[in-house]
């Protein structure tokens, strides 16, 4: 199989070593609007670059035809890639966001829908050994009734300010994974949300009318109640995890000897002494096995397991949390478009 990557920054680059890795991946073809840097990075791992990002989708020029193509360029630019792979009739994985709102959402949606073609998002999470762990104790009926869950993503350090205009904000850039989680783990739909956010840290965020914490309390269909938090800088480490409360047991995700939390309990557990550093090394085992999906998928072997309207819903989430958060008042998730 030939597969060619758009995108040459960090999350491409850590790709690429995955991808070129897969014992059925023949060739990569790497291609970037920087076409130095894919070039550069061509040049480490031994792929091939394409001339131009349009190359991959063509064929043309030295890189020759691919059979499926990843997405890691700038979010701006996934909706126009990803309907570029659907014209090719190319199947495609794309990290999320789709786009950054939803009429671009739903216009990538419904190309790849009148192609006929695979579109995968990159929710690593579902790939995740204790996510999944914890999405068989909910549906084997371990918990019992399940009452309460808790979710949380905790950045160490901010990106560049440059970044967050473009991220969509803190709602559709981080905690969409744990929206998605909320959906995938329990089997449920959020009917509502209330969202509050805080942008008393740097200054950064106001200039970019975002926030560096937040805080959700969700409602789903059956009347389970979720919160959801995060927050742009948490000095200790990379803190993610997901508690499930029901009415027979009690389980976390996230809570092994690398998580950033200290107790002040003379009983308590030691601070871990490597604590995770960001989100690549957390997730590294759950990154490398999304890809080799999306492999099996394009080989016909597995069904998608992330499709772009699973992704959807956790945008619809994230957006009515944020309108929940600039209106201040409970959003219904009737109230967002898209379903």
Request: proline letters at 6%.
């Amino acid at each position: 199989m030939r597969i060619g990557l758009i995108g040459t920054g960090r999350i491409g680059t850590f790709h690429s070593a995955a991808l070129q890795r897969h014992p059925e991946v023949e060739a990569l073809v790497v291609a970037d609007a920087d076409t130095g840097r894919a070039a550069g990075l061509a040049a480490r791992i031994g792929a091939a670059s394409a001339a131009s990002v349009d190359d991959v989708f063509t064929g043309l020029g030295r890189s020759g035809a691919v059979d499926a193509v990843v997405i890691t360029a700038a979010t701006s630019a996934h909706a126009e890639l990803i309907g570029k792979a659907a014209r090719a009739g190319l199947p495609v994985f794309c990290e999320k966001p789709i786009a950054l709102d939803l009429p671009g959402t739903l216009a990538a949606l419904q190309e790849v829908e009148s192609a006929g073609t695979v579109l995968q998002l990159g929710f690593q999470r579902r790939f995740d050994a204790g996510y999944e762990a914890a999405r068989e104790a909910v549906r084997s009926g371990r918990l019992g009734r399940l009452h309460t869950v808790r979710a949380m993503t905790s950045d160490p350090a901010p990106p560049p300010a440059a970044y967050l205009p473009l991220s969509g904000g803190l709602y559709r850039d981080c905690l969409v994974h744990d929206f998605d989680m909320l959906r995938w783990v329990t089997g449920r739909e959020v009917t509502e949300v209330y969202a509050t956010g805080s942008d008393a840290g740097p200054a950064m965020f106001r200039e970019a009318d975002d926030v560096d914490t937040a805080a959700a309390v969700l409602t789903l269909d059956d009347g389970t109640l979720a919160t959801a938090t995060a927050t742009r800088r948490n000095g200790a480490g990379y803190d993610v995890r997901m508690e499930l409360a029901g009415e027979n047991d009690q389980i976390a995700v996230g809570f092994d000897d690398r998580m950033p939390l200290s107790s002040v309990e003379p009983s308590g557990p030691p601070p871990p002494d490597k604590p995770w550093p960001g989100f690549l090394e957390r997730f590294t085992p759950a990154y490398e096995a999304e890809l080799a999906a999306f492999v099996d998928v394009v080989r016909g072997e597995r069904p998608n397991p992330c499709d772009g309207r699973e992704a959807l819903q956790a945008l619809r989430i994230a957006e009515a949390c944020e309108l929940s958060r600039r209106e201040r008042r409970l959003v219904r998730l009737e109230e967002i478009a898209g379903r």
